[in-house]
Structures are given as structure tokens and as C-alpha cells.
């Protein structure tokens, strides 16, 4: 695969970063068995759905050396914060989901694959942006197929700091979504900077990522308690 990520994202793993993500792969489909991680195990399919789309997703932020402090939010089985992690090991990684053998799995997996960068944490994501030690701490935060676009962005906006990003990692994106989008972003501090628009190198699938500009601190209200968000989106 190395040609493929060389022409599409301008990046190449090294030979470990090869065989973590080798080692990702086979960690994910043993434990899928019990842990119900993902419904992709094909070895192609995996690739481009997990590894190529979690790094394609931060576009040329994989290339840039700035260190990030990075929240990957709605983690699951560590996606897209795995992979980004392995890439970029200058960049810490925090790795959040409610479900706690999720992220029992994260922490056996960090260090089989040798990662220190890893931070993996048992919480609801509304919780977290209440809380000191992550509200309006970290440079970049991402989210994928975890809620709505708007829901997304009360999610992650609280927990970024001003001048910092969001990237909502999405699939098809409408006109309608956008504009409602802009009306959320607003009252979170925040304006939408970019609609990343791509497809997948082998099945030619449409993605989108929306990044979100951090220009102001997040009102305290923000995020509502937990399952209000989605309850009644902004
Ligand atoms: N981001 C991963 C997983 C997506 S599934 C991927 O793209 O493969 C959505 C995940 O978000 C689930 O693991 C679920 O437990 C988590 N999740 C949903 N709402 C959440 C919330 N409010 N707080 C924390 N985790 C949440």
C-alpha cells in the first residue's frame, strides 16, 4: 500500500509504522469476536475505511510538524485516534467513548503496538467538556460517525482551544446540513473554515470533513448535560 498512501495523502509509514498498523488490524478482527468493534474486517475494506480515511481525514495537518494535542471523541475501536496516533507519535492522543470495553481494548492495544502517546478514557463526551482539565485544552479534536453534524460540533467545540480545530468526519454532505451547521457553530464560539471534499481510493466512496475554526471561548452552557445535545440538537 505504500504507493497508495504516497499518492493520496503524501505520506508513507515507516516499516514499524507498517506493522503497527498491520498489528491494528489483526488486534481488531481477534477481539471483534467478543467485543462487537466493527462490522469492516475484510483486509481492503479495513484499510480504506479505517486506516486511509482516519489519516486522510486530517488532511495536510498528517505532514505539518506541529505537535498537536489531539481528542478524538466517539472513539469505538480507536478510530480515527489509532491510526493518527501511530503516524504522528509527537501528537498526544486522547481516546474517549462511553463504552468501557472500548476503551478496555484501547488500553491492551496502546501497548502492544508500542504507543506512549495514548490516552484513553472511560467518559460521556458532554461530561468531559464540562470539565477543567479538557475544556478548551486541546488544538484539534475529531469526531467520526458518532452523531449529527451540529451535535458533533457541541461535542467537540467546548473542548478546543480559541484558534484551535474541529474536524467532523462525515459522508455525504448537504447544502441544508451546512447551513444548519453554521447556525450551531455560531453560538459554540466557532465558524466553519472548510468543507473538505474527497473520495475513497478504492471504492470511490464520498466523504466530507467539516473543519471548525475555535474563534472565541465556548459559553458555559455548552455542552448541555449529557442526552440533551442529541435530544434537542442546536
Ligand atoms: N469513531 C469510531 C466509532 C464510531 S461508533 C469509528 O468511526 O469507527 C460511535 C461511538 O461513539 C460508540 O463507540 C459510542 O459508544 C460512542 N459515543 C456515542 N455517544 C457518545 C457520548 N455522548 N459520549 C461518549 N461516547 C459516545
Keep these: ?3 497508495m498512501w504516497q499518492e493520496t495523502i503524501d505520506w508513507c509509514p515507516t516499516e514499524q509504522q507498517q506493522s503497527q498498523l498491520q498489528s491494528l ?3 481488531v478482527v481477534s477481539a471483534n469476536r467478543q467485543l462487537n468493534l466493527t462490522r469492516i474486517t475484510a483486509p481492503e475494506e479495513f484499510w480504506e475505511k479505517h486506516l486511509w480515511d482516519s489519516l486522510r481525514g486530517v ?4 505532514n505539518n510538524p506541529l505537535e498537536l494535542k489531539v481528542i478524538d471523541l466517539g472513539t469505538g475501536a480507536g478510530f480515527p485516534g489509532l491510526p493518527l496516533a501511530i503516524a504522528r507519535t509527537d501528537w498526544q492522543m486522547t481516546l474517549v467513548d462511553s463504552t468501557a470495553k472500548k476503551v478496555g481494548f484501547i488500553e491492551y492495544i496502546a501497548p502492544e503496538l508500542g504507543l506512549t ?13 464540562q470539565e477543567r482539565q479538557h475544556r478548551h485544552q486541546y488544538d484539534l479534536a475529531l469526531i467520526r460517525a458518532v452523531s449529527s453534524a451540529n451535535v458533533c460540533a457541541e461535542y467537540t467545540l467546548p473542548l478546543v482551544k480559541v484558534g484551535g480545530t474541529a474536524i467532523l468526519y462525515r459522508g455525504n454532505w448537504t447544502d441544508e446540513e451546512a447551513t444548519s451547521l453554521e447556525l450551531a457553530v455560531a453560538k459554540l464560539g466557532g465558524e466553519i473554515s472548510k468543507i473538505d471534499r474527497f473520495t475513497t481510493p478504492i471504492s470511490d466512496s ?3 470533513c467539516i473543519w471548525l475554526h475555535k474563534t472565541t471561548d465556548t459559553h458555559p452552557y ?11 440538537p442546536l
Excluded at 455548552?222 to 435530544?231: D, K, M
Design 206 to 208: 464520498i466523504r466530507h
Design 117 to 129: 502517546n495514548t490516552h484513553p478514557l472511560v467518559s460521556r463526551i458532554e461530561a468531559l467538556g
Design 222 to 232: 455548552y455542552p448541555r448535560a449529557v442526552g440533551i445535545p442529541t435530544l434537542k
Design 59 to 62: 488532511g495536510e495537518l498528517i
Design 25 to 27: 488490524y489483526s488486534e
Design 1 to 3: 500500500m505504500d504507493k
